[in-house]
């Protein structure tokens, strides 16, 4: 198996624009969650079998996190932020027992939105640890298409029917000036989802078929 991946990460921390931390003071957050993209080729062969099964394919994902809050009193800002997701793939696949070739693509954007708050306490100037709760709702949906060289396909829709998520975290910033400040933090988060399939081929009889999924979690 050969596999290429590139990944960034980013964290542009928080900025102030007042005095950090004080009443009338606006937090703004802008995070480039990540970009990714990868490529992998596959083979696999079995001891039963001299077919050797192959297959190729490659996707991208990007995801950006702003919030702004306001300070209400000081060391308490309340505002919202949104996640912004986009993922798409292709794959194709191939064995050495037939000349019939196959094709999946699928695309998936989404995107989350909530209120959060977050306390700072104790500490001095040069930084201070903090309580943040946020909820968010997601909105989602996406597409996958499956065809093969003989002329089959099919066609799977993506149909939300509810998705929430809400956590609490602890962290501690470091301000590095008046304006700018980085921090890190460990939390917990348990969220649930609901989602509606509807498969569709291109001969014979489709149908639905619902998933409910649950998680917990530590960001």
């Keep these: ?42 083979k696999t062969s079995y001891s039963n079998t001299p077919t050797v099964y192959k297959s190729d394919g490659n ?9 702004v809050a306001w300070f209400v009193q000081d060391n308490l800002a309340v505002g919202g932020g949104v996640s912004i997701s986009f993922y798409t793939s292709t794959s194709k696949s191939s064995n050495t027992g037939s000349t019939t070739t196959s094709e999946s693509k699928s695309t998936q954007p989404s995107v989350y939105i909530g209120p959060y708050a977050r306390y700072y306490f104790g500490g001095s100037s040069k930084g ?9 709702i ?17 066609e ?21 000036s008046s304006y700018v400040g980085f921090y890190g ?14 498969y569709r081929p291109s001969t014979g009889t489709g149908y639905d078929y619902t998933s409910e999924y649950s998680r917990f979690y530590i960001p």
């Design 185 to 198: 933090s460990l939390g917990i988060n348990y969220g649930k989802s609901k989602t509606t399939y509807e």
């Design 138 to 154: 997601g909105i989602y949906g996406g597409k996958s298409t499956s065809s093969s060289s003989s002329g089959s396909s099919s």
């Design 128 to 136: 201070m640890p903090f309580a943040q709760a946020n909820f968010q």
């Design 1 to 42: 198996m050969k596999q290429i991946t590139f990944f960034i990460a980013c964290f542009l921390g928080m900025f102030s624009a007042v005095a950090q931390n004080q009443k009338g003071s606006k937090l703004i957050g802008v995070g480039l969650g990540s970009i990714s993209y990868t490529n992998s080729e596959s």
């Design 156 to 176: 799977t829709t993506t149909k939300p029917k509810g998705d929430w998520n809400g956590g609490l975290t602890f962290g501690y910033e470091h301000f590095i």
């Design 59 to 67: 996707s991208f994902s990007i995801s950006v996190n702003p919030n």
